[in-house]
């Protein structure tokens, strides 16, 4: 009852306030490419940069700038940011609103009520999950053929590592402390089985698993995937990662990841791939313990 008052309410002013849904977000041609996109989601705020042209970007959320300053640096240079609020929606007046599946609800339905259409991406666990989820934002933006070319794209990327074996079998882990290890159901895996090398956290149905220090050294892995903690913040994770065995052991066989590129379903998690192919051909022979 609550949430449908404060939605009624909510309504009442953006009707105020907008006189009428935002023109076109109902037109009778809908092939019309939306001019004034909204991104409330981080992965969708970096495949729309690189779909479309800032003059048609309303805004994208606030994460954006961690990931585009990885992945892209500038390209969201004078884009405005949001919180993914409703009070942004009103404000920015979009007429398409892209959204994650853990978006704020009286948002996305705010967003329907004045008009503005709403797509709702879903979370890429593999490559088929990339595609669908660039070409769901390429039909939505009019993009289709960008969309398609960044489909070749990593259909090239992947395809080359396929035809070009490593040099040798790789066991390895994505290990940054040992609280939340991703496993076979994640992208994570997927980069890694791209770079043909073996996720040692690839358990049977577990996306994440766990890894303590004495685990870890067990399993005896020829490289760890080091994320590191952006923030700087401390915790007993990224603590866990300095460990003084690790670093002895590991020291020189950690291999920095791109955050964004194994978070986000991207045309950049097959770039991701090839660099860990590198990566992982690049470190010399090492005798396994017996």
């Not at 884009?79 to 398409?96: F, Q, S």
């Not at 290890?181 to 994440?208: D, H, K, Q």
Request: hydrophobic content about 40%; glycine content about 8%.
């Amino acid at each position: 009852m609550r949430f449908a008052l404060r939605l009624s309410a909510i309504g009442l002013a953006c009707t105020a306030l907008l006189g009428s849904p935002r023109a076109g977000a109902a037109s009778s041609t809908p092939a019309a490419k939306p001019q004034h996109i909204m991104s409330i989601n981080m992965c969708a705020d970096l495949l729309l940069l690189q779909l479309v042209p800032k003059s048609r970007i309303a805004s994208v959320s606030y994460l954006a700038h961690d990931g585009a300053a990885e992945l892209f640096p500038g390209a969201d240079t004078g884009v405005p940011i949001n919180r993914g609020t409703a009070e942004d929606v009103l404000k920015e007046k979009p007429d398409l609103i892209l959204a994650g599946q853990a978006s704020t609800p009286i948002t996305t339905a705010l967003a329907k009520r004045v008009g503005a259409q709403v797509v709702q991406v879903q979370e890429s666990n593999n490559f088929r999950d990339i595609r669908d989820f660039i070409k769901q934002i390429g039909e939505a933006v009019g993009e289709q053929a960008r969309a398609a070319v960044l489909v070749r794209h990593i259909d090239m990327t992947l395809g080359e590592l396929a035809a070009n074996p490593p040099r040798r079998l790789s066991r390895v882990v994505a290990w940054t402390g040992g609280s939340s290890v991703p496993g076979r159901e994640s992208l994570t895996n997927a980069i890694i089985e791209a770079a043909g090398a073996v996720n040692i956290a690839a358990l049977p149905g577990r996306r994440y698993t766990t890894f303590g220090v004495e685990d870890l050294l067990q399993a005896d892995p020829d490289a760890l995937l080091f994320e590191g903690v952006s923030s700087g913040t401390p915790s007993l994770r990224s603590d866990e990662g300095q460990h003084r065995l690790v670093r002895k052991i590991y020291g020189a066989r950690r291999i920095s990841y791109n955050q964004a590129a194994y978070g986000c379903g991207l045309p950049q998690s097959a770039d991701a791939a090839r660099d860990l192919r590198r990566a992982l051909d690049a470190l010399p022979e090492r005798r396994r313990k017996r």
